[in-house]
């Protein structure tokens, strides 16, 4: 009996205030759940919404969901194609993968506010100090992720059955995302045991949604294996709309307990402060590299943009690695000819220029990432050690320029090198690794502009650095949802990706892209300009 | 007088709030000035607007005689700079810190930063996220105190040592005022404000309050006086300058301004005095009357 009270005992003393720590948590956090809830919502309802607008018969609708099922490039970037000739199909075709992304970045964030970075800071001593159970934070970081991922994925189902789509396909597509974000959430938890800084936490929680994300694309585009290997993909193999499926959702709430169970198990061998990887002592003596702050950027970014780089290089590879079956699925429809048709090249080359345009747009978080290492500088003082010295201002906000301007060419680069040669690889066309290799890197153009548009918000004010985040997330939209929406030419025009031909399909086109490279150059020479004038935190 | 900063009626406003409010500030060559203030009086503006790092709304601010904002980069090859809060890079050592710091500075000698890190017992090999508050300021100090400069500028640079590692901070400010330099120190440590500093500037609410050496501040203000009289005195209350009298018996204690303190000693040996005490005002107490001015004002009244 004694056993039994005693653990009884020893569970409520470990989580003892946890609701305190929960309900401070909503507090600090309600604008940002509010933000990412309704963006995720809107990201629904807006699809039932645009197809509902754009078919107006069934005919239409049919003819429509025909073609686009035997897009490969659709499929590699949305998801496999089911029900496509009715509306709750479409909007769990268009939307689930997204959903999922931006799902999981909000727990990622989430969970990684209230465990490491609190614990980096030293917030978290502060609150271990005061009547706080050995496990609260981490329960009450669980559960706040929990409450947001329930409510995200309720507000989804709630608002497209509101819309009038059917219920069964409207839960299961809320529980899909709620799910996947659930499960983004439990590998954070899990990184923030294993490293030692938010950073580490986000960089690994970070690859395995790119891995998630390359792994049922790659697999929708072939028998599907690879697929069940992803988070994403249980959360489209429970079947929106079309015949659910219910079980997959235990592969995801099993994952969940498995890795939550582990995290706690990391937590509990290790102390508060460090990570169960060990930090090794450094150099007494500044190597070569520090002698400039060029030196001093590159060390600080180097892991980033390795990181980074072979991210976009396994991406790359992966696409490419399609190869000439993308042929076979995209078959001679009228719409496949419609759409792919127009820049005169064949539906492979057109595929790869969307796949090309695709891995810049993920190259350009890198960018913006990059430059916005300037804003931590300042907020966290470092700064004002390093400009106490004989180091100007600009030469200072120079090297991260540097950085994040070649870095961002390195890393598209390595994207395009593994299309080229992913491709090469399965076709034997060599060829293709310096046209698949042109049409990803003439995109470092737009993204170098995307970077410099991140540094002129942050030379004006360093909040408003994250000004390049919102011009990002606006271009995918436009690549995305430009068509389907029916947005006005000069809105789709805003987006700098536009302006280039999309290589192989097309030619390149030299005159828009030099004058893109121009207004990067005014832009970044502008902020220059302007961080000279300003305060420095 | 060889001044190295000038400071002149410097305004400072964030939106709204004014920080600055008409500051001045003189250190001159080869002084150690000591920059004394509640928190929040400005000390830590003072010092950005110095380093460039924040724009002058107004006022005239120079250092070695030229434009802090202007030629920042340049100016900061002649000074070293110890902030309040000290932060590192988390993943470089403190001995990458210390040598890209000193590079960046023009150059660090060589032997006075192994000199400094044994003298500091400092490991150079943790990565700074796992230094504690005061091994980070260890690591801005030796960077600091290595670097070839003229003046430092030290924001409460002691804040988290312990007192041996403070001993070893203030014989380093010693041999550094030697050799002619300049330092402005803002710190609450008094003991090491006495101990080091020739000249004080109290600030409250973006102003300079009071500034001098410790002789002239002390000048100002009250000195109290304790004395055992052959005869209980009287009248001492009517005397000028005189305040807080308590009388007890033949006992009389009272605080008296220091520049009527002959006056008041005088008054005093009517009555025969057989003990005397009296105390020069600590530089505490100096602070404490100049930040509490309103607390002082409701005593007299």
């Known amino acids: 009996m004694s056993e039994r009270q005693r653990t009884n005992h020893e569970a409520g003393t470990a989580f003892t205030g946890t609701s305190t720590l929960l309900r401070f948590h909503l507090r600090r956090d309600r604008m940002m759940l509010l933000w990412w809830i309704a ?199 429970m079947k929106a709309y079309a015949g659910e499926s219910w079980w997959p959702a235990l592969i995801s709430v099993a ?88 820049g005169g090249g064949t539906l492979v ?73 992913g491709f090469a690889l399965v076709t034997g066309d060599s060829s293709a690794i310096l046209r698949l290799f042109g049409a990803t890197v003439q995109y470092a153009v737009p993204v170098l502009l995307i970077g410099a548009l991140s540094w002129l918000g942050y030379s004006v004010r360093s909040a408003w650095g994250a000004f390049g985040w919102a011009v990002l997330g606006f271009c995918f939209v436009i690549m995305m949802f430009g068509e389907s929406l029916q ?32 207004l990067s150059a005014v832009v970044g020479a502008a902020g220059m300009v302007v961080l000279r004038r300003r305060d420095l935190a | 007088m060889d001044t190295v900063i000038d400071i002149a009626g410097l305004v400072k406003r964030f939106g709204k709030t004014t920080a600055l409010d008409g500051l001045d500030l003189q250190v001159a060559r080869g002084e150690v000035h000591g920059f004394l203030g509640p928190n929040g009086a400005g000390k830590s503006t003072t010092i950005r607007v110095l380093l460039g790092l924040l724009r002058a709304d107004a006022g005239t601010v120079t250092l070695f005689g030229k434009d802090p904002w202007r030629d920042a980069a340049e100016l900061h090859r002649r000074l070293a700079y110890v902030p309040g809060d000290v932060n590192l890079w988390p993943n470089l050592s403190g001995g990458e810190v210390i040598d890209l710091l000193g590079r960046l500075r023009g150059g660090l000698d060589e032997k006075r930063r192994a000199v400094l890190i044994e003298r500091f017992e400092l490991d150079p090999t943790k990565k700074s996220r796992t230094y504690s508050k005061g091994n980070r300021q260890k690591v801005a100090l030796v960077a600091a105190l290595a670097a070839d400069v003229e003046l430092l500028i030290l924001d409460e640079p002691t804040s988290g040592l312990d007192p041996l590692m403070e001993a070893v901070f203030t014989g380093c400010i010693d041999e550094f005022k030697d050799d ?41 203000t009250r000195t109290s006086v304790s004395a055992e009289l052959a005869e209980p005195p009287t009248g001492l209350d009517s005397l000028t300058g005189v305040h807080s009298v308590v009388v007890e018996g033949l006992r009389a204690n009272f605080e008296v301004d220091t520049v009527e303190l002959g006056a008041a000693l005088e008054a005093l040996g009517h009555f025969g005095i057989r003990t005397l005490t009296s105390q020069p005002p600590t530089l505490e107490e100096l602070f404490l009357r100049h930040y509490g001015e309103h607390v002082a004002t409701e005593d007299d009244s």
């Not at chain 1, 429509?64 to 029900?83: C, D, Q, W, Y």
């Open chain 1, 39 to 237: 963006g995720a919502f809107v990201l629904y309802v807006s699809q039932a919404v645009s197809t509902d607008g754009l078919y107006t018969t069934q005919a239409q609708l049919d003819k429509a969901a025909k073609g686009m099922e035997s897009n490969a490039a659709f499929i590699a970037m949305a998801g496999p194609a089911r029900a496509l000739n009715t509306v709750g199909g479409q909007v769990a075709w268009q939307a689930a993968a997204f959903g999922a992304i931006v799902a999981g970045l909000m727990s990622m964030f989430l969970i990684g506010r209230h465990t490491r970075a609190e614990e980096e800071s030293g917030r978290d001593e502060l609150v271990r100090a005061a009547v706080v159970g050995r496990h609260a934070p981490l329960a009450a970081a669980a559960l706040i992720c929990l409450i947001a991922d329930v409510l995200l994925g309720g507000l989804i189902a709630g608002g497209l059955i509101a819309y009038g789509l059917p219920a069964a396909g409207s839960v299961a597509l809320g529980m899909a995302a709620g799910l996947a974000g659930l499960v983004f959430g439990a590998v954070t938890l899990v990184g923030a045991q294993l490293t030692q800084s938010a950073r580490g936490a986000y960089a690994i929680t970070g690859a395995v949604m790119a891995l998630s994300y390359v792994l049922r694309a790659v697999g929708d585009i072939g028998n599907g294996a690879l697929s069940w290997l992803s988070p994403i993909g249980w959360g489209q193999y």
């Open chain 1, 349 to 421: 080359d057109s595929f790869y220029g969307v796949m090309a345009l695709m891995l810049a747009l993920i190259a350009a978080g890198f960018a913006i990432g990059s430059v916005l290492r300037l804003r931590g500088e300042e907020t966290d003082h470092f700064a004002e050690l390093l400009l106490s010295t004989a180091e100007p201002r600009w030469r200072w906000a120079a090297s991260h320029l540097v950085i994040a301007g070649l870095g961002s060419i390195v890393v598209i680069a390595a994207g395009g090198i593994g299309l080229g040669v």
């Open chain 1, 255 to 342: 994952t969940v307990g498995l890795l939550g169970v582990l995290a706690v198990r990391l937590f509990d061998r290790r102390d508060i402060g460090s990570g169960v990887l060990a930090t090794r002592p450094g150099p007494a003596r500044g190597g070569s590299s520090m002698h400039t702050t060029l030196g001093l950027a590159w060390r600080l970014q180097r892991a980033s943009l390795i990181g980074w780089a072979s991210g976009l290089l396994l991406g790359g590879l992966a696409f490419g690695s399609i190869g000439d079956d993308v042929g076979d699925l995209l078959g001679d429809s009228q719409f496949s000819q419609d759409v792919f048709g127009q």
């Open chain 1, 487 to 518: 947005l006005p030419d000069w809105l789709m025009g805003a987006s700098p990706f536009r302006h280039l031909a999309l290589v192989p399909a097309e030619d390149f086109r030299l005159v828009p892209w030099l004058l893109l490279l121009m």
């Open chain 2, 180 to 220: 002619g330099h300049s330092v402005l120190l803002s710190s609450h440590i008094l003991a090491e404000v006495e101990r080091l500093c020739d000249r004080v500037s109290i600030i409250g609410s973006g102003r300079t309050a009071e500034t001098g050496t410790l002789a002239e501040l002390r000048h100002l």
